[in-house]
């Protein structure tokens, strides 16, 4: 079992530019969770998925963010528009049933 | 919806002597605690989890003990080595529910 893979590790954007952040569940997982870490601070969360569905987006700003999981494929987290605040690490999770495992993170810089 | 606070933020010891990080959570129908540890540029890594059932759980140096009437949970790591430096998180959550509440982490820096 490879784990929760996030892709890419490291992401550069300009001002005004769009990011996009995938993560791939572990075998068996349904499960995909959206976490972000902005330095010196912990996790806070953003959105939860399962297949096809937004369980709870309570934690994702309103403007510019949105995910999704699709039926085959990634879950992708969507940022556009970007500012220097999105600057953080995206940490994606993943789970059978609610106690999750996290992916090595996607940290975005925003210049 | 759920508050968990920790404590401290950071916490420095000495080789071989003991690390106890406290966690309070607000809402009573949390009843799942994981710890997460997590290394400088890496994920958090879970290391030890306590569910409402349970009042202590032990894994070698690591040990979680869980008080649901004073709704707190504290890690303790005995014998602590260089490699325990890390940053450490406590989370909250509801089984099955959609989230896990998280603190807002301790450094924790063993000096040889």
């Known amino acids: 079992n490879a784990g929760v893979m996030q892709n890419p590790r490291h992401l550069v954007r300009r001002r005004g530019q769009e990011a996009r952040l995938r993560c791939s569940p572990m075998?068996?997982?349904?499960?995909v969770y959206w976490y972000r870490q902005l330095p010196e601070e912990g996790l806070k969360f953003m959105v939860y998925?399962?297949?096809?569905?937004?369980?709870?987006e309570s934690g994702m700003p309103k403007e510019r963010f949105s995910a999704e999981f699709p039926k085959e494929g990634p879950s992708i987290l969507r940022i556009q528009q970007v500012v220097r605040g999105d600057s953080a690490a995206y940490f994606c999770a993943s789970s059978p049933r609610g106690d999750p495992h996290f992916g090595n993170g996607t940290r975005l810089t925003v210049t | 919806g759920e508050n968990v606070e920790q404590h401290p933020s950071t916490l420095s010891v000495q080789e071989g002597d003991s690390a106890v990080i406290k966690c309070t959570y607000s809402?009573?129908?949390?009843?799942?605690f994981p710890w997460y540890k997590q290394e400088l540029g890496k994920r958090p890594q879970l290391i030890i989890d306590i569910r409402s059932n349970v009042g202590e759980k032990k894994d070698q140096r690591i040990a979680v003990t869980l008080n649901k009437t004073a709704k707190h949970f504290s890690l303790h790591i005995t014998e602590t080595q260089p490699e325990d430096s890390a940053v450490y998180f406590c989370a909250a959550s509801m089984a099955g529910a959609n989230n896990l509440f998280f603190g807002t982490g301790t450094r924790l820096t063993v000096i040889p």
């Open positions: 998925l399962q297949k096809e569905n937004i369980i709870d």
């Open positions: 075998k068996g997982h349904s499960h």
């Open positions: 809402d009573s129908a949390s009843n799942y």
